[in-house]
Antibody, heavy 125, light 107 residues
């Protein structure tokens, strides 16, 4: 059974750096047909993709947030870490990690399945 | 960035109805389009990948299709557990954008 679980602070002060950890089980971060992505959702709003990382350590980031985001993985610990600098109240959201599944033709065609339960992060002084 | 525009933003329907939700991409994305269902307080769940492939375990009343830059999610006969918010998402190019969501409510 594939599971992902997000962990990190529930409250962050403005200007601080957020560090979130996604711990995965049921698949390996070395699997060439898989990866992990981060997606967030402000309360009552739509989903917003943040970042992806693949087994070969290829990374991609949201265009608008690229300067603030860093994604990395710790394969032996089955963890993927997302850091976001200079947090602001508008970054208040539920942050999800999800397994990336690549198609048979390659990872340029991929989808998110399954998702973690999400963790609500509030940015407030 | 590729913009994904869903329509309608919300709709009301009854159990047994046939429902169609559309997602339009601002440029060609081939079949790099996925659909997710999200119920209140829960994480999204994959329904359809690569525009028309049904995810394992998803009921066959869900289907997806594509025509150019227009993509459609169809529920052939609504069941009580189908009421939720639906999102499309493109995986053609970075950033991998989502639509704004379609809220499907009970009439």
């Amino acid at each position: 059974q594939v599971t992902l679980k997000e962990s990190g602070p529930v409250l962050v002060r403005p200007t601080e750096t957020l560090t979130l950890t996604c711990t995965v089980s049921g698949f390996s971060l070395t699997n060439a047909k898989m990866g992990v992505g981060w997606i967030r959702q402000p309360p009552g709003k739509a989903l917003e993709w943040l970042a992806n990382i693949f087994s070969n350590d290829e990374k991609s980031y949201s265009t608008s947030l690229k300067s603030r985001l860093t994604i990395s993985k710790d394969t032996p610990r089955s963890q993927v870490v997302l850091t976001m600098t200079n947090m602001d109240p508008v970054d208040t959201a539920t942050y999800y990690c999800a397994r990336i599944v690549c198609s048979a033709i390659g990872c340029y065609l991929h989808w998110f399945d399954p998702w973690g339960q999400g963790t609500l992060v509030t940015v407030s002084s | 960035d590729i913009q994904m525009t869903q329509s309608p933003s919300s709709l009301s329907a009854s159990v047994g109805d046939r429902v169609t939700i559309t997602c339009r991409a601002s440029q060609s994305i081939s079949n790099y389009l996925n659909w997710y269902q999200q119920k209140p307080g829960h994480a999204p769940k994959l329904l359809i990948y690569a525009a028309s492939s049904l995810q394992s375990g998803v009921p066959s009343r869900f289907s997806g299709s594509a025509s150019g830059t227009d993509f459609t999610l169809t529920i052939s006969s609504l069941q009580p557990e189908d009421f939720a918010t639906f999102y499309c998402q493109q995986s053609y190019s970075v950033p991998y954008t989502f639509g704004q969501g379609t809220n499907l409510a009970i009439k």
